[in-house]
Every structure is written in structure tokens, then in C-alpha cells.
């Protein structure tokens, strides 16, 4: 007869099974027999101090290595502490297996002590989830997340285990092949499209690409560098899609929408081909539809189907793996002349650069300009949300995909530390620095315990302006510069938190000082805070307003 | 734009929640749904009854088919599907009139299932176009209580024949 194992003993050996070395979490009282058998298991656990950091950092962890990401908490307020985590790798595609605690099976629906339906909760924001009932189950249905959250268009994907099953003894059984009738994502793409695909190509006169975050998912940047370097297309990326392509290339435009380049979005605006690969015309890049591209024939290439003609009407739709087809259309794909358009792009690149200001004050564009040539896109940078997530994603150029971690989608502030660190754990031979604003680093401030504990060696930037920014500044173009609960009164001294955590941490004030501290940061052993004092009142230009078409730019910094 | 969505589901329980919640978040009423096991007892039909934007429909149909459990979503035209739905009635039906209802009924295939002091109940089943009919013929009778099923539809296979064996 086979010896019987605990719900908890299978659970941590499915995961050391899907190939898990690493989760982050938070122990809780529907949760204790898994920590009791991840104490003697090979899996590293890494202790967060709150739920939210582990979901982030799990989050984070995946984005850098392209593996699944684990989080585990456990019922009541621990999983819905990971909601705002779980919502966050929803919007950006980013797989997760989170694992929660729930009250035991016959309690389940009586108010209990710590229950919540966390499976009712977290349907809208994950791409499956579990209430799992019977031990027997655990094996096949932690097979069966780790699948679902990393094939087709990857996702979180939540697993909640009440705790009786957890102590439950279960004969294992031989696992039986991932079965769901339901799913099957296609991955190749349709050859009577790419032909559509080539010959739209060939006779482009002013085509762009626009690609995204797919491009990562799919692992598709050496063939999508191969593509441009073929077509001599000019490419502009989304928030998402940043370092898909090299973006000191001559043919790279950086980023395109309400805060991209103006050279992004005049080459949209007046494209007649737009090749759209893994992005979803989301209203902070295409703010107006009609106003997007309004000569244009548009290719939208995407491996989920329900993004193809969600808000844009597409002339060639084509469903199925970036790679895979942009392996096909490399195979056959022409060399077309076009020296007017590229002229034209290159102008537009020429008369409407980038720029800031220098008054002598710390500007926090000036900040990240010498960050990015100091480190030359070899180190990880992970951002929190506003004004400095916008400007790193303009003034850093990124190189290599994986490299610009950020919140796309839901824009989660709080996102960016505990994201360094699970970026540390998952890619520790890189730099890792988490850029922050005052705002959002408070937020999750608290994992400073978690960086002192496990000595990461994340080097926190905070563009600390006191005050939220983005907010701020929309107040001051659009709200009469009255600046409702924007404006800290009060900060706390930034420096002396750290010290508290035992991290060591400075404060830079003058432009000079720039080079010097990011230098000394970067040279520290373990982790080091970095206090920016930067100027206020600066704003993230250029600037398209909400629902605004390609070329409505607005604000100062015009030229 | 009325339209009639069949969908087809792993049968288990909180499926019925991802499917509604679709429809619920883009402010749709689902104007009738119904729910039962096929002819295998691990897949569920669910039929939806829903009007809204026809682009917008089209977008939660999508959405529909990336569900994990949803195995295919068919878009079933009134014209080419059989639609059934089961009415249960309970109207105030004084003792002389209750030869008058029984004929209606009877006119209409309606089986009298129930028949109390005051009130009668009836069974009926057909498309909307006559249960409608039905209910219009004996709105003079004051409605205790009414119970629908939803529709519930298959394809209409003669009316389909033709296109398939040009495919």
C-alpha cells in the first residue's frame, strides 16, 4: 500500500513538481500546516510584512525571469491583501499562482473567524481561479493552475485551499494530463493572414510598428528586432513593451500615447500601415480612436482573441504566438525602400526631442538621464506609479526586454519596491534599482524590513517631491491649480525610516551630487535608499489630455 | 440588438458566476437565462437571452470563449433555432369563469395542473410568441403569481442542412 501524505505535503511537493524554487508570503492560521512542511522543504520562502508586498513581489519575480510567479497567504484579510497584487498581473498579463488559506469545509458560509469568499472576490481579476474541496484534487488542480497562468495569454491564477484539507491524508496518484476543453490557445497563426500581412507590408509607404507587452510574453524580441532590421521600419513601443527593441537604435521612437514622445505619436498619426503586435490599443495610448491613425490600415497581431477589434476596427486580425509568426513572416518578408517616410520620422525625431528645463534645480528627468547612461541598460529598474513611472519610461533607455518593470494597466502605486524584490530574488546577478516617489513608496514602505531581512541588495531611488505629483499636475492643468490633498504638509524624513530598518540611506539636493550618489549606490553591498529631494512642481511632458487624438498635445515644454 | 447566446460549460459549480459576471459588468440585463446538464453529464447548456450593442455583444461573446470552463459559445439566430420556454401561472379565476380559462387553455395546448378555491394554475410551454399570445388572452384574470423558465434553444437542424453539405 502507498503510504498516505498530508493536503499540505502534496501541495509543496506539486509545487517543487511545476518547478517552484522560490514563493513569497505571509504565514496566517489557515496556512500553518503548508509553512510547517516549507520549513524542512527546499523551497525558499521569502517573508514579506505585508500580503500585498508578497502578490507584488511575486508579480515582479515573474516579470524578470518569464517563470510563474507564487505568492500564498492566508484567509480573510490575508487573500484579499493580495487583491490589489492579483488585479495588477491580471491587467499587465503576468503569471501568478497564488495560493490562499480558507476557513475548513464545514465552516465555509458561516461568517467565520478571518473567512472571505476570496474566490467570489477574485473572479473579475484573475484568469482562473479554485475552491478546492477535496484533497484529492490538490495535485491536479496545482498542475492545472501553473498551466493555465503561463500558456496562451498568461494571468494570475488563485488556489483556495481550506485548511482540513491541508491536514487531510491522501493516497497520491499518478497525475493525469492537463485536460480543459475550453482552452486551447492558438499559437500558430493563419497562413492565408500572413500572406495578407506580407503583401500590406510590401506596399506600405508609411508604415510603423507598434508593439507591447505580448512581445515580451511571447519571447518574440530577437524576431522582432529581425523584422525591423529587415523592413527598416520604424518601431514605437508601448509602457509595457519597453525594451522589446533596443531603444538607442535609430529606428526606435521609445514609447508612444498620453506621455510618449511627440515623434511616436506624429508617426502614428500620419502612418498608413500600423503593425500592432501584443498590445490592446488601451486609452492611454490611443486616447482618442478616431483621432489615432486616421489613414491607416491596421495589422493586429495578438495571441487573444478578444483584444481584435476591441476598440479599434482592424483591417488584418491575425490570433496566435508573436513568435511563431513573426518567425513566418521573417522567412519571406521584403526589403521596401522608403526614404521619404523615414526622412520625415527622422525630422520629426530631430525638431521635437525630449527636454527639461535646467534651472540649476534637481530635476528628476536629469536624475534618470545620468541613471540610464551611467548603467547603459544593463542593470533591472522597476518603477512605482506617476510622474517618475513616466518619466523613467521616457528618459531610460531600455535595451532588453525584462528589464522595465512597471504597472501598466492598473497603474497600482506601491507596485514598484516589493516588485524590486522579487526582481532581486529572480535575477540576482543584475543591479536592481526601484524608482519611487514619495507617494507610492509609502505605500508599501514596509518591505524595508524585508529587503534588511533577506539582505537584497535593492537600491531604492525615491523622486521625492513632496507631493503627488501626477495628480498635481493634472490639478494644475485641469482643475484651476487647486491642489486638493495633493501636497503632503507633512513627510516623513526618508533617511531616518531607513535607518530604522537598518538600511543605509542618503539625501541628494543639488545636480552635482547626481552622478556621485548613483555611483555610490549602485557600489554599496546590500540594499541602499536614496532620498531625491527634486524640484517641485514639475510636470511630465509632452502631454496628449485624456481622450485626446495623437497630435493634441498640450502644456508647456511645446516647441 | 436581442440576441440568443448558447453557451456550453464545464459543469461545475461557480461557473455560472463567471458567465453572469460578464454580462453584469457592462451593465446588460440578461433578460432570461437558463441552466441544465447536456447529454454529458459533465457539461452544462446555458442559454442567455441578452440585448445590448451589437459590437459590445460581440466583445462579451469573446469574452465568453477565453473563459477557462467555456467550451463554445454559439450564437443562436431566432430564425434558425427552436426556442422553448416552460410558463407556470397562478391567476385569481372566480368559480364561474373557470370554464372560460379551461377552454383557453385548451386552445392553447395549456394543461390546467392546478385548480384551488379561488385560483387556477397553468403549465405551458412554447416560444415567446405564444406564450405571449396566452398570457394577452387572459390578462382579464388578475396574475397570483408567474413563474418562466428562461428560453432554452438548439439549432434548428433542417434549416441548417442546406449550408452544410455546401461546406
Known amino acids: ?8 505535503e502534496i501541495i509543496v511537493q506539486s509545487l517543487i513538481d511545476a518547478g517552484v524554487d522560490t514563493i513569497f508570503g505571509f504565514p496566517g492560521g489557515r496556512v500553518i500546516p503548508i509553512y510547517d512542511v516549507l520549513y524542512s522543504s527546499p523551497i525558499r520562502h521569502i517573508l514579506t510584512r505585508h500580503e500585498q508586498g508578497a502578490a507584488h513581489a511575486a508579480d515582479g519575480y515573474a ?34 499562482v497564488a495560493l490562499t488559506g ?6 465555509i458560509g458561516n461568517d467565520s473567524f478571518q473567512e472571505a469568499d476570496i474566490y467570489g472576490i477574485t473572479i473579475p481579476i484573475t484568469k482562473y481561479n479554485y475552491l478546492v474541496k477535496d484533497a484529492e484534487r490538490l495535485p491536479q488542480v496545482i498542475k492545472e493552475a501553473f498551466y493555465i497562468a503561463c500558456t496562451g495569454r498568461p494571468g494570475p491564477v488563485l488556489i483556495d485551499i481550506p485548511s482540513d484539507l491541508q491536514t487531510a491524508r491522501v493516497t497520491p496518484r499518478k497525475l493525469a494530463p492537463v485536460k480543459l476543453p475550453g482552452y486551447a490557445p492558438v499559437t500558430k497563426g493563419h497562413p492565408r493572414q500572413i500572406e495578407a500581412i506580407l503583401k500590406a ?26 523584422f525591423v532590421e529587415k523592413t527598416q521600419i520604424p518601431i514605437t513601443t508601448t509602457l509595457m513593451g519597453k525594451g522589446v527593441f533596443p531603444e538607442d537604435h535609430e529606428l526606435s521612437l521609445g514609447m508612444l500615447g498620453m506621455h510618449g514622445t511627440k515623434y511616436a505619436n506624429y508617426t502614428i498619426y500620419e502612418s498608413d500601415l500600423i503593425i500592432a503586435m501584443g498590445v490592446r490599443f488601451d486609452d492611454r495610448v490611443a486616447g482618442d480612436v478616431q483621432k489615432f491613425a486616421p489613414l491607416a490600415k491596421i495589422i493586429h497581431i495578438d495571441i487573444d482573441p478578444a483584444e481584435i477589434g476591441k476598440r479599434v476596427g482592424v483591417n488584418i486580425p491575425i490570433v496566435g504566438d508573436l513568435k511563431s509568426i513573426l518567425e513566418m513572416l521573417n522567412e519571406k518578408v521584403e526589403t521596401t525602400a522608403r526614404k521619404r517616410w523615414l526622412e520625415r520620422v527622422s525630422q520629426w525625431k530631430r525638431e521635437h526631442p525630449l527636454t527639461y528645463k535646467d534651472n540649476g534645480s534637481l530635476k528628476p528627468q536629469y536624475i534618470l538621464e545620468v541613471l540610464s547612461e551611467m548603467t547603459k541598460g544593463e542593470i533591472v529598474v522597476t518603477t512605482d506609479v506617476g510622474q517618475h513611472q513616466m518619466w523613467a519610461a521616457l528618459y531610460i533607455k531600455s535595451m532588453e526586454p525584462r528589464r522595465f518593470i512597471t504597472s501598466g494597466g492598473l497603474g497600482t502605486m506601491g507596485y514598484g519596491f516589493p516588485a524590486a524584490i522579487g526582481a532581486k530574488v529572480g535575477c540576482p546577478e543584475r543591479p536592481v534599482v526601484s524608482l519611487s516617489g514619495d507617494g507610492s513608496f509609502q505605500m508599501c514602505i514596509q518591505e524595508l524590513a524585508t529587503v534588511r531581512m533577506f539582505k537584497l541588495p535593492v537600491k531604492i531611488f525615491i523622486f521625492n517631491n513632496s507631493c503627488l505629483g501626477m495628480v498635481r499636475q493634472w490639478q494644475e492643468l485641469f482643475y484651476n491649480k487647486r491642489y486638493s490633498s495633493t501636497v503632503f504638509e507633512f513627510n516623513p524624513d526618508f533617511c531616518k525610516v531607513a535607518e530604522g530598518y537598518e538600511v543605509p540611506a542618503f539625501r541628494v539636493t543639488e545636480p552635482q551630487e547626481v552622478r556621485k550618489a548613483i555611483d555610490k549606490a549602485l557600489n554599496m553591498d546590500g540594499p541602499v ?25 498640450i502644456g508647456e515644454g511645446d516647441d | 440588438m436581442r440576441k440568443m447566446i448558447s453557451i456550453l460549460v464545464r459543469n461545475h459549480p461557480g ?3 463567471h458567465v453572469s459576471g460578464l454580462f453584469a459588468r457592462r451593465g446588460y440585463n440578461i433578460e432570461s437565462i437558463a441552466a441544465g446538464v447536456t447529454e454529458r453529464p459533465d457539461v452544462t447548456r446555458i442559454t442567455i437571452v441578452v440585448s445590448g450593442d451589437e459590437l459590445i455583444l460581440e466583445q462579451v461573446a469573446k469574452q465568453l470563449r477565453k473563459l477557462i470552463d467555456v467550451i463554445k459559445v454559439q450564437d443562436l439566430k431566432y430564425s434558425e433555432s427552436i426556442t422553448r420556454e416552460l410558463v407556470l401561472l397562478t391567476i385569481h379565476v372566480p368559480r364561474d369563469k373557470r370554464q372560460e380559462v379551461v377552454l383557453t387553455a385548451n386552445s392553447f395546448g395549456a394543461e390546467v395542473v392546478d385548480i384551488a378555491d379561488k385560483t387556477m394554475t397553468l403549465e405551458f410551454v412554447g416560444n415567446e410568441r405564444r406564450i405571449n399570445v396566452l398570457l394577452r388572452a387572459l390578462e382579464n384574470f388578475k396574475v397570483k403569481e408567474l413563474a418562466r423558465t428562461g428560453f432554452v434553444a438548439l439549432p434548428l437542424e433542417s434549416q441548417l442542412e442546406p449550408e452544410r453539405t455546401l461546406l
Open chain 1, 201 to 226: 507590408v510590401k506596399t506600405a509607404r508609411r508604415p510603423v510598428i507598434y508593439a507591447g507587452g505580448g512581445v515580451i510574453s511571447s519571447g518574440a524580441s530577437k524576431e522582432l528586432r529581425r
Open chain 1, 102 to 107: 480558507q476557513v475548513s469545509v464545514n465552516m
Open chain 2, 15 to 17: 461557473v455560472l458566476s
Open chain 1, 63 to 96: 516579470r524578470v525571469t518569464g517563470r510563474v510567479g507564487v505568492c500564498i497567504a492566508t484567509s480573510g484579510p490575508g487573500a484579499t491583501n493580495l487583491v490589489t497584487g492579483l488585479a495588477t498581473a491580471y491587467m499587465d498579463s503576468v503569471p501568478i
Open chain 1, 529 to 553: 535608499l536614496v532620498d531625491f529631494r527634486v524640484a517641485p512642481g514639475e510636470n511630465v511632458m509632452p502631454m496628449i489630455p485624456a481622450g485626446g487624438g495623437q497630435t493634441d498635445f
Open chain 1, 1 to 8: 500500500m502507498t503510504p498516505t501524505k498530508s493536503g499540505a
